[in-house]
């Protein structure tokens, strides 16, 4: 399988792919450094990484990531929340709740299993997802770059994320 790091930017926007979060997802507690200085805005910071296909939306995913030497596992459902025993703050990410693009500029069908995140900033991450004892996607990253990024209009706060772009195959 290969994997490799990205930089992508949200489609119509000039802010590269921060992710600001809706209800269900995990969150950082809004705060990455910025305190009460970002009212409203909730996001995370860390790597994504994103599919290179959307993955079937009606199909159970166990995920195993070890970022940094800690491992966390989790069960990812469409429209269930997530699963997870683990040492590590994961959250899974659907075409539902945002839109994403292949590289060839493909929409990802909507409801479809995209990526998953991490909240932190590991220099290392390695991720195995698979459908019963099935593996669809694993690979490897290792010495992550993250990029910074300054939240809300009146540049309240800095995150730091990284967007790595792991191979799958269909399911």
């Not at 000039?14 to 909730?42: E, Q, Y």
């Not at 990812?76 to 075409?95: A, G, I, K, M």
Request: glycine letters at 12%; charged letters at 15%.
């Amino acid at each position: 399988m290969v994997s490799k790091q990205i930089q992508w930017k949200k489609k119509n926007s000039a802010v590269p792919r921060v992710l600001f979060l809706v209800a269900g997802l995990a969150t950082a507690g809004g705060s990455a450094g910025c305190g009460d200085s970002c009212p409203g805005i909730d996001y995370v910071y860390g790597p994504e990484i994103v599919f290179s296909q959307a993955l079937e939306p009606s199909v159970a995913y166990s995920v195993s990531v070890t970022a940094d030497g800690t491992t966390g596992t989790c069960t990812f459902v469409s429209n269930e929340p997530d699963t997870c025993s683990s040492q590590l703050q994961l959250y899974s990410v659907w075409t539902d709740k945002r839109e994403y693009s292949a590289r060839d500029g493909t929409a990802y069908p909507s409801g479809g299993f995209a990526g998953i995140g991490v909240i932190g900033v590991p220099r290392a991450v390695d991720v195995t997802v698979s459908i019963e004892s099935s593996v669809v996607a694993a690979g490897s990253f290792s010495d992550i770059l993250y990029e910074d990024t300054t939240l809300g209009d009146n540049g309240c706060g800095r995150v730091q994320f990284a967007t790595l772009l792991l191979d799958t195959n269909s399911p």
